[in-house]
């Protein structure tokens, strides 16, 4: 019924930047708080930023002054602008949405994950 389709995972040199996107498709009726978490080898599952409708904003103190999240709400349609990458940045990257489904009206309401992309930071 949704997906949340990620791209623009990759590799990255220290320093360098990339940029995640994350789109809703399928039977979406309108999204509300949008988000990128982010787990590491052996790690938990942590929140590196999200984004309400609205465009409020929170970041992890790890990546705050680096990364920006930001939405289109036409395209329901995140970003994630990562810029300065560390090693520890290394990660895949999980987007996650909560979606009302309906093509006229809303039937349900759910939270749904995205497939993850990798991200990479080596020299």
């Known amino acids: 019924q949704v997906q949340l389709v990620e791209s623009g995972g990759g590799l990255a040199q220290p320093g360098g930047s990339l940029k995640l996107s994350c789109a809703a498709r399928g039977l979406v009726f309108s999204v509300g708080l949008m988000a990128w978490y982010r787990q590491a080898p052996e790690k938990e599952r942590e929140l590196v930023a999200r984004i309400n409708v609205s465009g409020r904003t929170d970041y992890a103190d790890s990546v705050k002054g680096r990364f920006t999240i930001s939405r289109d709400n036409a395209k329901r349609t995140i970003y994630l602008q990562m810029n300065n990458l560390k090693p520890e940045d290394t990660a895949v990257y999980y987007c996650?949405?909560?979606?009302?489904?309906?093509?006229?009206?809303?039937?349900?309401?759910?939270?749904?994950w995205g497939q993850g992309t990798q991200v990479t930071v080596s020299s």
């Open positions: 996650n949405a909560d979606v009302s489904v309906g093509v006229a009206n809303p039937t349900s309401r759910g939270n749904y």
